[in-house]
């Protein structure tokens, strides 16, 4: 069956930087449009990043554009998403999310399989 798994999550200072990965399993990955989302207490699942599989195009939320980097080695069916200059806004539970559609896709409902998440706390 498919299997997303997420790491790298953890506790770090304000400006400080983590590097995600997930790793998927159980799918054709490089056939996938891999997404990154996230969640804080209270409040809904917001999307993150993505990384369209045909193409290589990307997308970002506003929030993160020119902090976060999402990529992703097909060789390794891995994406990673770097965060730098972290924000106490940006704690919350990280989730890795696959879709078979095309595009930079931004919706939960688009997507197809999910992970357990991982969690970052930014502190101050």
């Known amino acids: 069956q498919v299997q997303l798994v997420e790491s790298g999550g953890g506790l770090v200072q304000v400006g400080g930087s983590l590097r995600l990965s997930c790793r998927a399993s159980?799918?054709?990955?490089?056939?996938?449009?891999m997404g990154w989302f996230r969640q804080a207490p209270g409040k809904e699942r917001e999307f993150v990043a993505v990384?369209?599989?045909?193409?290589?195009?990307?997308d970002y939320a506003d929030s993160v554009k020119g902090r976060f980097t999402i990529s992703r080695d097909n060789a390794k069916s891995t994406q990673y998403l770097q965060m730098n200059s972290l924000k106490p806004e940006d704690t919350a539970v990280y989730y890795c999310a696959a879709s078979r559609r095309v595009g930079v896709i931004q919706y939960v409902e688009e997507y197809d399989y999910w992970g357990q998440g991982t969690q970052v706390t930014v502190s101050s």
């Open positions: 990384f369209s599989w045909i193409g290589d195009n990307t």
């Open positions: 159980g799918l054709t990955f490089r056939s996938y449009t």
